[in-house]
């Protein structure tokens, strides 16, 4: 709803709509889980998947489908500091911005905690 909400006025204007994407794909870990990757936030989202292309490959976000023991995949605490515990909270929070938009997102790999600053771009197909 909250996305129709958002979209309404341009499809009521008869504009084209413009969504923005960062390109990736990813689960929520819970506290147990996130803790053995050294994340000690309550949730957040793991990337399974970085869409070639993309915004979050420009960035050098790593993605992957094995489950996340194995510290391959990053993992996003946040994004322009407000903490995201499901890619429901990604994918609201990003829909209210415009392609060519920034955000900076805190991201964990290896333990390592760094923040990336990210570009919007239009939506499209994961390739």
């Given amino acids: 709803?909250?996305?129709l909400n958002s979209i309404l006025?341009?499809?009521m204007r008869s504009q084209e709509i413009k969504r923005p994407w960062i390109g990736i794909a990813g689960e929520s870990l819970n506290k147990?889980?996130?803790k053995l990757q050294?994340?000690?936030t309550e949730k957040?989202?793991?990337i399974t998947r970085v869409c070639q292309g993309s915004p979050a490959a420009a960035a050098r976000l790593l993605g992957s489908n094995r489950f996340p023991q194995n510290g391959m995949g990053d993992i996003i605490t946040k994004v322009d500091d407000l903490?995201?515990?499901s890619l429901g909270d990604l994918v609201s929070y990003i829909n209210d911005?415009?392609?060519g938009d920034r955000v900076t997102l805190t991201v964990v790999r290896k333990?390592?905690?760094y923040r990336v600053e990210v570009g919007l771009d239009e939506w499209k197909a994961c390739e």
Wanted: aromatic share 4%.
């Fill in 44 to 46: 957040c989202i793991y």
């Fill in 9 to 11: 006025p341009d499809l």
């Fill in 38 to 40: 050294g994340v000690s």
């Fill in 83 to 85: 903490p995201m515990e």
């Fill in 1 to 3: 709803i909250k996305t």
């Fill in 111 to 113: 333990e390592q905690e």
């Fill in 97 to 99: 911005l415009h392609p």
């Fill in 32 to 34: 147990t889980s996130a």
